[in-house]
Protein backbone atom coordinates (compact mmCIF):
# COMPACT_ATOMS: atom_id res chain seq x y z
CA UNK A 1 0.00 0.00 0.00
CA UNK A 2 1.42 3.61 -0.89
CA UNK A 3 0.36 7.02 -0.03
CA UNK A 4 1.11 8.30 -3.22
CA UNK A 5 -1.43 11.33 -4.48
CA UNK A 6 -1.45 13.43 -7.69
CA UNK A 7 -0.83 17.24 -7.43
CA UNK A 8 -4.67 17.41 -7.85
CA UNK A 9 -5.07 15.75 -4.75
CA UNK A 10 -2.60 17.60 -2.77
CA UNK A 11 -3.83 21.11 -4.29
CA UNK A 12 -7.69 19.66 -3.04
CA UNK A 13 -6.56 18.91 0.54
CA UNK A 14 -7.09 21.22 3.37
CA UNK A 15 -3.99 23.52 4.66
CA UNK A 16 -2.22 23.96 1.90
CA UNK A 17 -2.99 26.83 -0.18
CA UNK A 18 0.25 28.52 -0.01
CA UNK A 19 1.48 26.07 -1.81
CA UNK A 20 2.08 25.14 -5.14
CA UNK A 21 2.04 21.04 -6.58
CA UNK A 22 4.02 20.07 -9.39
CA UNK A 23 5.27 16.95 -10.72
CA UNK A 24 8.47 17.60 -9.17
CA UNK A 25 6.90 17.92 -5.65
CA UNK A 26 4.83 20.89 -3.83
CA UNK A 27 6.65 24.74 -3.54
CA UNK A 28 5.92 27.38 -1.53
CA UNK A 29 8.10 30.28 -1.04
CA UNK A 30 7.57 32.47 2.29
CA UNK A 31 8.30 36.34 2.59
CA UNK A 32 10.41 36.86 5.75
CA UNK A 33 11.58 40.65 5.32
CA UNK A 34 14.60 39.58 7.26
CA UNK A 35 17.43 37.15 7.25
CA UNK A 36 16.88 36.49 11.12
CA UNK A 37 13.26 36.06 10.61
CA UNK A 38 14.08 33.51 7.90
CA UNK A 39 16.66 31.21 10.24
CA UNK A 40 13.81 31.17 12.82
CA UNK A 41 11.37 29.56 9.89
CA UNK A 42 13.94 27.26 8.67
CA UNK A 43 15.10 26.31 12.54
CA UNK A 44 11.07 25.61 13.23
CA UNK A 45 11.15 23.28 9.65
CA UNK A 46 13.86 21.30 10.85
CA UNK A 47 12.25 20.70 14.13
CA UNK A 48 8.87 19.36 11.94
CA UNK A 49 11.08 17.46 9.54
CA UNK A 50 12.65 15.71 12.23
CA UNK A 51 9.60 15.05 13.91
CA UNK A 52 7.78 13.25 10.97
CA UNK A 53 11.36 11.96 9.82
CA UNK A 54 10.31 13.40 6.20
CA UNK A 55 12.86 16.04 5.10
CA UNK A 56 12.33 18.65 2.82
CA UNK A 57 14.24 20.79 0.52
CA UNK A 58 14.74 24.25 2.13
CA UNK A 59 16.73 27.12 0.72
CA UNK A 60 17.45 30.23 2.63
CA UNK A 61 17.99 33.88 1.45
CA UNK A 62 17.24 37.32 2.32
CA UNK A 63 13.97 37.91 1.97
CA UNK A 64 12.69 34.41 1.68
CA UNK A 65 12.54 30.86 2.51
CA UNK A 66 12.26 28.30 -0.04
CA UNK A 67 10.53 24.73 0.22
CA UNK A 68 9.74 22.08 -1.57
CA UNK A 69 8.12 18.40 -0.22
CA UNK A 70 8.56 15.47 -2.22
CA UNK A 71 8.08 11.47 -1.32
CA UNK A 72 11.21 10.13 -2.84
CA UNK A 73 9.59 6.65 -1.41
CA UNK A 74 6.85 7.21 -4.20
CA UNK A 75 8.23 8.72 -7.04
CA UNK A 76 6.30 11.88 -6.13
CA UNK A 77 3.87 13.92 -3.61
CA UNK A 78 2.25 11.83 -0.53
CA UNK A 79 -0.37 12.18 2.24
CA UNK A 80 3.23 12.79 4.12
CA UNK A 81 3.92 16.32 2.37
CA UNK A 82 0.25 17.02 2.90
CA UNK A 83 0.91 16.81 6.56
CA UNK A 84 4.35 18.23 6.93
CA UNK A 85 3.41 21.31 4.14
CA UNK A 86 0.21 21.72 6.60
CA UNK A 87 2.53 22.02 9.73
CA UNK A 88 5.15 24.16 7.67
CA UNK A 89 2.07 26.52 6.47
CA UNK A 90 0.83 27.11 10.22
CA UNK A 91 4.56 27.67 11.85
CA UNK A 92 5.38 30.39 9.18
CA UNK A 93 1.79 32.12 10.19
CA UNK A 94 2.83 31.98 13.64
CA UNK A 95 5.94 33.77 12.59
CA UNK A 96 3.05 36.07 10.90
CA UNK A 97 4.95 35.12 7.34
CA UNK A 98 2.91 34.81 4.04
CA UNK A 99 3.71 33.17 1.02
CA UNK A 100 4.42 34.88 -1.77
CA UNK A 101 1.74 33.66 -4.78
CA UNK A 102 2.93 32.39 -8.13
Request: glycine share 10%; no cysteine; aromatic share 6%.
Amino acid sequence: MTDAITPGQFRDSAGVSDWQPRDDGAHALFQTGSFATGVALVVEIGRLADAADHHPDVGLTYPAVAVRVYSHDVGGLSERDVALARAISAVAGELGLRAARA
